[in-house]
């Protein structure tokens, strides 16, 4: 019973979405380029800080391998799991906060200088997100965005 309902929970959790309404922009061979409509809803919404980048009023999703047929000009509704927008904020700026601060707290304690620490600190931030343009492409997959008409 209690596992059954624990598998409920989190499959409810897993359909969660965050959707978005757009505009299809253009087409490229199997990539679908969406412009997002901003909407004053989103500044309500808990899901915007990793959903909607403060001060771009101007978004643009590509959405690979998309199934359906789509135009130029079209209305859509985009929709990505929640689930995966947490991941993302984790993986694009929690883990580099965390590795910064470790990272500046441990190199202090040892050399007792702050801007080596600080130096190092910000240093580490370079091959941290190298390590993710080279994984770009398993993100892709990872991340996926679904389209549906309106």
Known sequence: MFINLHFEIYQKSMEKKVEHEGIVASICGNTLI???ITSSVCGGCAARGYCVPAGNNDKEIAIKDFSGDF????????????S????ALCIGYLIPLAVAVAS???????TGNELASGLLALFLMVPYYLLLKLFNQKFEKTFR?????I
Do not use: D, P, W
Not at 104 to 110: D, H
């Open 34 to 36: 969406v412009r997002i």
């Open 71 to 82: 135009v130029s000009g079209e209305r859509v509704m985009v929709a990505m799991q929640q």
């Open 84 to 87: 995966l927008g947490v991941r």
């Open 104 to 110: 500046l707290l441990v190199v202090y304690q040892i």
């Open 145 to 149: 965005f679904t389209v549906k008409k």
